[in-house]
C-alpha cells in the first residue's frame, strides 16, 4: 500500500474519526506511506520510521490489524515532518519545557520512543526533545489509550497546552 495525505488535516489541529479519509487525499506535498518490515530504532526493533529527505514513513506491516496504533504511530512520524519545519524558537521552547519536567523530576513518557530515550540522558538530550516532541503529538493529537502513556496527569496537560498553542504545524 502507498499513500498520501495533505496539510489540511494538521491544520485544523486534531485527527478525526475520519482519519484515513483525509490521509488519501492528495494535495500540497505529499508524504509517502510505505509498508516495511525489519525496521530499527538504534539497536532495537521498531515498527516505523520517517526519512524526511525522501518524505517516506516506513510503517510495519503488523500494524494493519492495530487500528488506533496505525493512527499514534502514524501521527507520531508524522510529526518527524513537522519537527523539521517547527523552527529554532518554537524547538527552543520546547526543550525549555522538557528542561522544566526533569528539573522537577517529572517521570515517565508519552511513548517508547521518547522514553528509553530518557532513561540514557544527558548524553541523548537533543534526540529525546525530538522524540518527546513527536510521541506528546500522537498521544494529543490521535487520541486513544496506551500502555505507553506514563508521564502524570499535571505535565500531560501542559504539554497538551503548548501544543494546542502553538499550532497549526506544517509539514
Ligand atoms: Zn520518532
Not at 529527505?53 to 508524522?78: D, F
Not at 527552543?92 to 522544566?100: E, F, H, N, V
Amino acid at each position: 500500500m502507498n499513500s498520501t495525505w495533505a496539510r489540511p488535516l494538521l491544520d485544523r489541529c486534531r485527527l478525526r474519526s475520519d482519519f484515513l479519509a483525509d490521509v488519501l487525499t492528495p494535495a500540497g506535498r505529499a508524504v509517502s506511506i510505505q509498508w516495511s518490515a525489519g525496521l530499527r530504532d538504534g539497536a532495537r526493533d521498531a515498527v516505523a520510521g520517517a526519512d524526511i529527505r525522501r518524505r517516506v514513513i516506513h510503517l510495519h506491516p503488523s500494524l494493519k490489524q492495530r487500528a488506533a496504533e496505525y493512527r499514534r504511530i502514524l501521527t507520531h512520524e508524522m510529526f518527524h515532518f513537522v519537527w523539521v519545519r517547527l523552527g529554532n524558537p518554537k524547538r527552543a521552547a520546547w526543550k525549555d519545557l522538557l528542561r522544566a519536567e526533569l528539573a522537577a523530576n517529572a517521570r515517565g513518557e508519552l511513548g517508547w520512543s521518547s522514553a528509553w530515550r530518557k532513561a540514557e540522558l544527558p548524553a541523548r538530550f537533543d534526540e529525546y526533545t525530538c522524540e518527546a516532541f513527536c510521541d506528546t503529538a500522537a498521544w494529543v493529537f490521535a487520541g486513544g489509550a496506551s500502555e505507553e502513556y506514563t508521564l502524570g496527569p499535571k505535565w500531560r496537560e501542559r504539554r497538551r497546552a503548548w501544543m494546542l498553542r502553538m499550532a497549526p504545524y506544517h509539514y
